[in-house]
């Protein structure tokens, strides 16, 4: 299956002005604490590196890489663990930072294997939310976008490894 760009449902300048707010909310709340970001590989790749840089305060980054089996545009659930964090969270204020919420599986799958390891707190921020009915419930403190239950591409999000490298984020048009 060939996939090409669609319509472009978030443009640059929306998604920046969004980071900007998102920075400034993460900055107020953990002005008392050094928040940890774990971002997700490699969809969160983008979104991490200007969320960083819209954060003014003490600040920690580490990533993990994961990948879920599945079609190439639907996930199952099943979650494996390509690379772990490099750092220990016991004790740490982490933050999870993701690309997009489809399922909610992974995030699901990746909160309870966080948690374990006994953070002094743990939330989410993800930049894109799809909301789907039958998903699981993830409670995220931080959400960039709401959208529509269509597979999008750009700002880190791929097809197949393509389009991660759009400064926008588009649906993406599939022909059999
Ligand atoms: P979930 O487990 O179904 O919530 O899926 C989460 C993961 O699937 C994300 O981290 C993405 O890597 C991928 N994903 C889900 N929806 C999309 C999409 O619309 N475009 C690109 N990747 C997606
Ligand atoms: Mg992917």
Redesign the pocket.
């Known amino acids: 299956m060939e996939g090409k760009i669609g319509e472009i449902l978030i443009d640059s300048r929306q998604i920046q002005s969004k980071v900007a707010e998102l920075g400034r909310r993460i900055e107020t709340d953990y002005k008392d604490a050094t928040c940890l970001l774990v971002g997700?590989l490699k969809?969160a790749f983008i979104f991490m590196g200007d969320l960083a840089r819209n954060i003014h305060s003490p600040a920690e980054f580490d990533f993990m890489a994961v990948s879920?089996y599945g079609t190439r545009?639907k996930?199952s659930?099943v979650v494996r663990i390509i690379k772990d964090l490099d750092i220990d969270i016991t004790g740490q204020h982490v933050l999870i930072v993701?690309?997009?919420?489809?399922?909610?599986?992974?995030?699901k799958y990746l909160m309870a294997n966080l948690e374990a390891r006994g953070p002094a707190s743990l939330e989410v921020c993800a930049l894109l939310n799809?909301m789907v009915p039958q998903?699981v419930e993830i409670p995220v403190k931080y959400e960039g976008f709401r959208i529509e239950d269509?597979?999008?591409?750009g700002y880190g999000?791929?097809?197949d490894e393509k389009y991660r490298n759009l400064p926008y984020i588009a649906k993406?048009e599939i022909d059999a």
């Open positions: 997700i969809g879920s545009t996930t659930g993701e690309d997009i919420i489809d399922t909610g599986l992974t995030l799809k998903g269509v597979f999008v591409v999000l791929d097809y993406l």
